[in-house]
C-alpha cells in the first residue's frame, strides 16, 4: 500500500505517526531518492519470502547432514550461501549449538540486531524493554515468560549480538524422529527455537 | 538497555503479523531503500535514535523510533529540510544519492552487504586470550554494552577486520578494527548473586579492550 494510495483519503482519522511517515515517504519521493513501487516490493518480500522458513531449512539440513552440520558450525556464512534457496546472508552469520550441556539464547541488547535474512523481521517481543534488558542478567527468567525452564546445572549461554555478526541457534533434534526426510523435520523448527527462547515441536506435536 | 530492571516480562504475540500497522512496513521499507541509496550508514541510524531523550526513546514503538531518526538523518545530512517534512511536499530537488533502489532491485538490494575492511594491522588479540574492556563512557555512538565495561573476559572468536560503529557514526570514516567474541562469567558482570550456570558473551571491536 503506497502513499499515493490514500491523497484522497480524509486525513482526520489518521494518527499523527501515519502522517508523519507518509510526509517523510512524500518528500523523498518527490526529491527522487525513493521509488514507492519498490518500496511495495520491499515490503512484500519480508511479508511473504524472508521469513523463519529460511532458517528452518538450515537447521534441517544440519540435522540430516552431518557434514553439513560441521560446515555450518565452522562458517555459517559459507555453508548457507551453499544452499541455492534460502536468502543471502551476508558474510558475518554465525551458527550456535545446542548440546544437552548448554542452551543458548540470542540478544541485541543495544538495537535490536537480529539475523533477518535467515528469520525474517524480528518478533515485537524481541525489540522490546523486556526482552532487550533482562536476557543478559536474568536469562532463566525470560525463558520462564516463554513458558521454558531448563535443568538447572544447564550452561546458559547468552549472545549479545553488539556488532553486525548474527547468530542463529542450531537447537537439538528431538527424539523419534530418526528417518525423517528434511522437509518434515522442518516443520518442527520453530523461530523461537533459533533464537534460543523456545526449542522445537516434538514429533506428533508440528501441525 | 542491558542489565536495566523493571521492565517486566516478555510477552510472546501467538501468530505476530510482519507489520501491525501499514505504516511500519513503509519504514521500513524506506529506511531499506535509503540504506542503499547511500544516504546513510545503519550506524548514523542507531546513533540518531540513540540521541532520542531517553523518555521519547523508552514510549516510542521500534518503527516509530525508526523514523524519527530518519528525520534526523534527512534533515542533518541535508536531503531535506524540516519546513518540508512537516509540511509533506518538498520545495527544492533533491541532492544526488549514489544509487537508487528500484523495483527490479528487489533481490539484489535486500542483500546483506559485508563490513569487513582491510586491516590496518595485525590483530592484538588471540582466541583464549584475557581482556579487560575499558571503562569508557563516549557520549558518541558506541557498541560496547554499559554492563560489559571494566569486565574480564575471555576471547572466543575471531571474525577479521570490520569497519568501526563507533568512528563511522560520526563521520570519520570506516576505521577498520577487530573485532571479537568475548566471553564473560555471569559473576564478572552480575557479582556473587548472578546464574553460576551463565556466560554472556558481546563481540568487541579491538579498541574496547586491553591484555589482562
Not at chain 1, 533482562?134 to 525452564?149: A, E, Q
Request: with cysteine; glycine share 8%.
Amino acid at each position: 500500500m503506497s502513499g499515493k494510495d490514500h491523497d484522497h483519503h480524509d486525513h482526520s482519522d489518521l494518527s499523527e505517526t501515519q502522517l508523519r511517515v507518509r510526509a517523510l515517504e512524500t518528500v523523498l519521493t518527490q526529491k527522487g531518492y525513493v521509488d514507492p513501487a519498490a518500496l511495495d516490493e520491499i515490503v512484500e518480500a519480508y511479508e511473504t519470502r524472508i521469513g523463519p522458513r529460511n532458517g528452518a531449512a538450515v537447521v534441517a539440513r544440519a540435522w540430516c547432514d552431518p557434514a553439513f552440520k560441521k560446515a555450518l558450525l565452522a562458517d555459517a556464512s559459507k555453508a548457507v550461501a551453499t544452499l541455492g534457496h534460502v536468502s543471502r546472508v551476508g558474510d558475518h552469520l554465525v551458527a550456535v549449538e545446542n548440546t544437552p550441556k548448554t542452551h543458548n539464547i540470542v540478544v541485541c541488547t543495544l538495537c535490536s540486531c537480529y539475523p533477518w535474512e535467515m528469520l525474517g523481521l524480528p518478533p515485537i517481543w524481541y525489540k522490546s524493554a523486556p526482552y532487550r534488558s533482562r536476557t543478559v542478567k536474568d536469562p532463566r527468567g525470560v525463558l520462564r515468560d516463554f513458558g521454558l525452564s531448563l535443568a538447572k546445572d544447564t550452561e546458559i549461554r547468552v549472545w549479545d549480538s553488539t556488532a553486525e555478526t548474527r547468530f542463529i541457534v542450531l537447537p537439538m533434534r528431538p527424539p523419534g524422529t530418526e528417518n525423517w526426510s528434511q522437509e518434515r523435520l522442518a516443520e518442527l523448527v520453530t523461530r523461537d527455537s533459533m533464537i534460543g527462547t523456545g526449542l522445537p515441536k516434538q514429533p506428533g506435536a508440528e501441525i | 538497555m542491558g542489565g536495566m530492571d523493571g521492565f517486566g516480562k516478555v510477552e510472546p504475540e501467538p501468530n505476530e503479523p510482519p507489520f501491525h500497522e501499514p505504516w511500519e512496513g513503509r519504514v521500513m521499507a524506506l529506511s531499506r531503500a535509503m540504506g542503499y541509496a547511500g544516504a546513510w550508514h545503519i550506524d548514523h541510524a542507531r546513533f540518531a535514535q540513540e540521541r532520542l531523550p531517553p523518555q521519547v526513546y523508552l514510549t516510542a514503538s521500534y518503527y516509530q523510533r525508526w523514523a524519527l531518526a530518519m528525520e534526523t538523518n534527512v534533515v542533518e545530512r541535508g536531503l531535506a529540510t524540516a519546513e518540508e517534512l512537516k509540511s509533506g511536499h518538498a520545495l527544492a530537488p533533491g541532492k544526488a544519492l549514489p544509487r537508487k533502489f528500484t523495483p527490479a532491485l528487489v533481490r539484489e538490494g535486500l542483500k546483506r552487504g559485508s563490513f569487513f575492511r582491510q586491516q590496518q594491522a595485525p590483530p592484538r588479540f588471540k582466541v583464549g586470550d584475557r581482556v579487560h574492556t575499558r571503562n569508557i563512557h563516549p557520549t558518541t555512538h558506541t557498541r560496547l554494552p554499559r554492563y560489559a565495561r571494566g569486565k574480564f573476559g575471555i576471547v572466543e572468536l575471531c571474525h577479521g577486520c570490520h569497519m568501526f560503529p563507533d568512528a563511522v557514526a560520526i563521520n570519520r570514516g570506516d576505521d577498520p578494527q577487530w573485532l571479537y567474541t568475548v566471553v564473560f562469567e555471569g559473576h564478572e558482570l552480575w557479582g556473587p548473586d548472578a546464574d553460576p550456570t551463565l556466560k554472556v558473551s558481546i563481540d568487541a571491536f579491538e579498541p574496547y579492550l586491553e591484555p589482562a
